[in-house]
């Protein structure tokens, strides 16, 4: 688990994947994007790329200062959509104690366990357990700014809120009622015990967000609206689908390395590729499939491998230093030329796709920033 900050962004990464139903999660919080106006777009796609290959879900908060950031130019829709609230203390009424609900803080990790249950159980966000076990040891310290707090009914829990102490601030998050307790004003109870804890401990100012629906009943209790939260949901792609990932990721699905790229068009044309790791040549036959691009592919020997690896670093020198190309690879591409453009009668014919992985360069000496995949 990390969080990042800077001036511009907070990310809070709690190495937990999502959700699959839903591709999201609660536990990894983009926030705070106070991104200079020159470099928006490039911090967003930077971003948004460093999130998708971490292989999990984040959600992404923008608040009333970064509301008018572009997130469609990064593929990012807008998700739900919150009031930002915030009353004095003082103006919030008492709760006071409830006949059928004892509202008690978390104390051990039986209790932790229970709330993280209600939590998941209410949001519909199994990871929640998975995260609470995780953080038990932080969040059960007596100095976390985090209060958990549990509801009983006849001794069995049933509902959950939390306190964020913060800045001079509490915040109010996850009131949860598990569905066989509801419409019993539970939620409310609760509310007004987290409010009420927090006037204990001296907070002069509680927060909360709230859906467009429960906007009316927080303001009857004297809570006023300052602006909108809207969530933009980073979600889960599958490695195959994301375009760009990491090497070792993409080793792990299958695809394999490329160790020479002859020519270029819209994708592999020619070059040397591991086919069940066996250095192979392919050439694209330029019939294109929605599974995949079709080619010819045939081993090579240990000496042609050589040489193509030796043309492909002499390319890459002078590509990167902005040279001309040098009699060497001249000498070397008219010698592999027959080689590599015309394939032998035992040449097979196989599919591939190809990724992207994580160098920001297109190509380097062991050679281009892709994988293929064969069937």
């Not at 998708?52 to 509301?67: E, H, M, V």
């Not at 019993?184 to 907070?203: H, P, T, W």
């Not at 070792?248 to 086919?275: C, K, M, W």
Request: proline share 5%; net charge negative; with cysteine.
């Amino acid at each position: 688990m990390t969080v990042t900050e800077t001036d511009e962004l907070v990310i809070a990464d709690s190495g937990i994947e999502g959700e699959a139903s839903t591709g999201a999660t609660a536990f990894n919080i983009v926030a705070k994007a106070r991104f200079a106006p020159e470099e928006v777009k490039d911090r967003l796609y930077r971003t948004t790329f460093a999130l998708r290959l971490t292989g999990r879900a984040f959600s992404w908060w923008a608040g009333p200062q970064s509301a008018d950031l572009p997130f469609d130019s990064v593929d990012l829709a807008a998700g739900e959509r919150k009031a930002a609230m915030w009353a004095h203390s003082a103006e919030v009424p008492s709760g006071g104690p409830h006949p059928d609900l004892e509202v008690r803080r978390v104390r051990t990790r039986e209790e932790l366990a229970d709330y993280a249950r209600i939590l998941a159980a209410d949001r519909d966000s199994p990871s929640a357990v998975e995260f609470f076990d995780r953080a038990a040891p932080s969040a059960l310290a007596e100095d976390c700014q985090a209060h958990y707090l549990l509801g009983y009914h006849h001794g069995e829990p049933v509902c959950s809120g939390e306190t964020f102490w913060h800045a001079g601030v509490a915040g109010i998050y996850d009131i949860s009622t598990l569905s066989a307790s509801r419409r019993r004003e539970f939620g409310g109870v609760m509310m007004l015990a987290a409010v009420d804890s927090a006037r204990a401990a001296g907070y002069d100012t509680v927060v909360l967000q709230a859906t467009a629906e429960d906007e009316p009943v927080y303001r009857e209790l004297g809570f006023r609206t300052d602006g909108w939260f809207t969530e933009y949901p980073v979600p889960i792609v599958p490695v195959e689908n994301r375009g760009y990932t990491t090497r070792e990721q993409l080793l792990s699905i299958g695809f394999e390395h490329v160790h020479v790229e002859n020519d270029r068009y819209d994708g592999p044309q020619t070059g040397v590729a591991d086919i069940d790791g066996v250095p192979h040549y392919f050439v694209r036959l330029n019939r294109f499939f929605d599974d995949g691009d079709e080619f010819s592919v045939w081993p090579i020997d240990d000496e042609s491998l050589a040489l193509e690896q030796e043309a492909w670093r002499l390319y890459v020198a002078a590509w990167d230093a902005g040279d001309h190309q040098p009699a060497r690879l001249t000498e070397l591409n008219a010698l592999l030329e027959a080689r590599t453009s015309t394939p032998p009668a035992t040449a097979r014919t196989m599919f591939a796709q190809w990724r992207h992985d994580e160098r920001d360069v297109r190509h380097d000496e062991n050679g281009p920033s892709y994988l293929m995949r064969w069937r």
